[in-house]
T-cell receptor, first 116, second 111 residues
Framework: NAGVTQTPKFQVLKTGQSMTLQCAQDMNHEYMSWYRQDPGMGLRLIHYSVGAGITDQGEVPNGYNVSRSTTEDFPLRLLSAAPSQTSVYFC???????????????FGPGTRLTVT | TQLLEQSPQFLSIQEGENLTVYCNSSSVFSSLQWYRQEPGEGPVLLVTVVTGGEVKKLKRLTFQFGDARKDSSLHITAAQPGDTGLYLCAEPGGSQGNLIFGKGTKLSVKP
């Protein structure tokens, strides 16, 4: 199993450009999420999905869109990139979300994005 | 929203030394997970603790969950360069089904 895969690994954008960060998992997990990681800020939730066709906003959703047409894929779209979106982005999946302790979240290797 | 405080923020030690890092909250944890993140990679789960007073061991790593479930510690015995990384505690209790992360302890073990 590949687990959670993310592409690209690195990306440089100019302000105003749009792009899509790809995320796929092969574990048949229902719950998928996107986090961004910034120095001194920890990991913050951007968007999440509890199943195909269902998405919702996290802590820092502005400037990002998501869709979940299949169980496997959960792309993150930057609509008009801004320097404040320079960060490392992680996609994660788990069997389910919710206030349960036993569900490990599996993270992808991350996409390092720089917006100039 | 519960805040998880991790300390120290940075730790640089020599190979063979012992160390302890901490994760604290003003509220009671439902449970707590510890992750390790190596440079250039995503976090990987090390352990989940659930019961107050629980102790779990993973080779040279010992995890403790406070009796009141408001704090946890990770102790590493005889640290090795391969232990270098960012150690994150997280509570799987966000209202959106997400993990709430601490900011982490960045550990560097020098040969």
């Amino acid at each position: 199993n590949a687990g959670v895969t993310q592409t690209p690994k690195f990306q440089v954008l100019k302000t105003g450009q749009s792009m899509t960060l790809q995320c796929a998992q092969d574990m048949n997990h229902e719950y998928m999420s996107w986090y961004r990681q910034d120095p001194g800020m920890g990991l913050r939730l951007i968007h999440y999905s509890v199943g195909a066709g269902i998405t919702d906003q996290g802590e820092v959703p502005n400037g990002y869109n998501v869709s979940r047409s299949t169980t496997e894929d959960f792309p993150l779209r930057l609509l008009s990139a801004a320097p404040s979106q320079t960060s490392v982005y992680f996609c994660a999946s788990s069997e389910t979300g919710g206030r349960t302790y036993s569900y490990e979240q599996y993270f992808g290797p991350g996409t390092r994005l720089t917006v100039t | 929203t519960q805040l998880l405080e991790q300390s120290p923020q940075f730790l640089s030690i020599q190979e063979g030394e012992n160390l302890t890092v901490y994760c604290n909250s003003s509220s009671v944890f439902s449970s707590l997970q510890w992750y390790r993140q190596e440079p250039g990679e995503g976090p990987v789960l090390l352990v989940t603790v659930v019961t107050g007073g629980e102790v779990k061991k993973l080779k040279r790593l010992t995890f403790q969950f406070g009796d009141a479930r408001k704090d946890s510690s990770l102790h590493i015995t005889a640290a090795q360069p391969g232990d270098t990384g960012l150690y994150l505690c997280a509570e799987p209790g966000g209202s959106q089904g997400n993990l709430i992360f601490g900011k982490g302890t960045k550990l560097s073990v020098k040969p």
